[in-house]
């Protein structure tokens, strides 16, 4: 079954930049679309950026500009370039398969940005 591993998070002053990774096994990997979500306590999963199998990309508009989304298919892996980190971008980062059953989810990222 699809497993994803997530890393790269941590605590960044504001301004600051992170790079996220996201390792997926158990997938067709260059076959599926690929998103990074974000949630944060109290508030619903929000999608923030999505990749399709023909690198085309979505943005939310919190961070069109801002973020950057990418693929490396030879490694199953999916990336998430963080500049101009607000505070409002705290958050646990979370990378999804599109092959994945809608309710799996990996253990997720904490991205801090301090004001």
């Known amino acids: 079954q699809v497993q994803v591993v997530e890393s790269g998070g941590g605590l960044v002053q504001a301004g600051g930049s992170l790079r996220l990774s996201c390792v997926v096994s158990g997938s067709t990997f260059s076959r599926n679309a690929v998103g990074w979500y974000r949630q944060t306590p109290g508030k619903q999963r929000e999608l923030v950026a999505g990749i399709s199998t023909g690198n085309r990309t979505y943005y939310t508009d919190a961070v069109k500009g801002r973020f950057t989304i990418s693929r490396d298919n030879a490694k199953n892996t999916v990336y998430l370039e963080m500049n101009s980190l607000r505070p409002e971008d705290t958050s646990v980062y979370y990378c999804?398969?599109?092959?994945?059953?809608?309710?799996?989810w990996g253990q997720g990222t904490q991205v801090t940005v301090s004001s």
């Open positions: 999804k398969d599109g092959s994945s059953p809608l309710d799996y």
